[in-house]
Nanobody, 124 residues
């Protein structure tokens, strides 16, 4: 069992930055691939970024390429999402997820555990 707790969301002006964190419980953190997803009001949950178990491989949705960076610290059981040059369309609840998978990391169904989410609001 893995419990995930996100933090770092908030209100920021367009062009600003936020760093989201997701702390995980459990001693097997390094055996999980991790992903960030987001859901805006009235829209389906969408993939943002993912990182492999070792951290050696990352992937991003086109919407975040060049602006977002996912990283992990296995010693701290934490995954991060650095978001720069934020836009109003980035406004959403951001969720982290963990899964014992090596494929399909942009697909929500491969993840076994989800956090409660943290709200990110970008004002224009």
């Amino acid at each position: 069992q893995v419990q995930l707790v996100e933090s770092g969301g908030g209100l920021v002006q367009a062009g600003g930055s936020l760093r989201l964190s997701c702390a995980a419980s459990g001693r097997t953190f390094s055996s999980y691939a991790l992903g960030w997803f987001r859901q805006a009001p009235g829209k389906e949950r969408e993939f943002v970024a993912a990182i492999s178990r070792s951290g050696g491989s990352t992937s991003y949705a086109d919407s975040g390429k060049g602006r977002f960076t996912i990283s992990r610290d296995n010693a701290k059981n934490t995954v991060y999402l650095q978001m720069n040059s934020l836009k109003p369309e980035d406004t959403a609840v951001y969720y982290c997820a963990a899964g014992q998978t090596v494929f399909g990391l942009s697909t929500s169904r491969v993840y076994d555990y989800w956090g409660q989410g943290t709200q990110v609001t970008v004002s224009s």
